[in-house]
């Protein structure tokens, strides 16, 4: 674990939005089914001061475009498009509206956040980590 937090601890230094990261994290969480994560990243983004409703509509963001800024939006199909690219591959049109939203350094960024938050989905689910005890700001920028 040790060395996964090392890694992770990257993330502090990017230039990407706390915010923006933990959107992100929340929804990789939902489409991996990891309830740790969830509980985490929803406090955080409560923290941060996200709205309830943006919470409650981030699983269905492409029907509520209007709660989404185009930078979100195109980060969260990113998210997507990269935790499913086993079977989906990465779609022109989500790698272009990426490509316009983000630098070449933020997008790498952004990767490397979303392959962090699968391996945390992964170790959670695989281990059982209860949800319900992180408190806001325990870990760093994005865990």
């Not at 090392?6 to 969480?29: I, P």
């Not at 985490?40 to 029907?63: F, N, P, V």
């Not at 930078?71 to 990465?90: F, I, K, N, P």
């Amino acid at each position: 674990m040790a060395a996964l937090l090392t890694a992770q601890s990257y993330l502090a230094t990017s230039s990407l939005e706390t915010k923006l990261l933990h959107l992100v994290d929340m929804r990789v969480s939902q489409m991996n089914g990891c309830a740790y994560c969830l509980d985490m990243h929803s406090k955080d983004l409560r923290h941060e001061g996200d709205t309830e409703q943006r919470l409650y509509l981030l699983s269905a963001w492409h029907e509520a475009r209007e709660f989404f800024t185009p930078r979100e939006q195109a980060a969260l199909a990113w998210a997507e498009a990269v935790t499913l690219v086993s079977t989906t591959q990465v779609p022109d049109e989500v790698f272009e509206a990426a490509k316009k939203e983000f630098t070449d350094v933020e997008l790498a960024d952004l990767t490397y956040a979303i392959t962090m938050i699968n391996t945390w989905n992964r170790f959670n689910v695989a281990f059982r980590t209860p949800a319900g005890s992180y408190q806001p700001g325990q870990y760093s920028k994005s865990a």
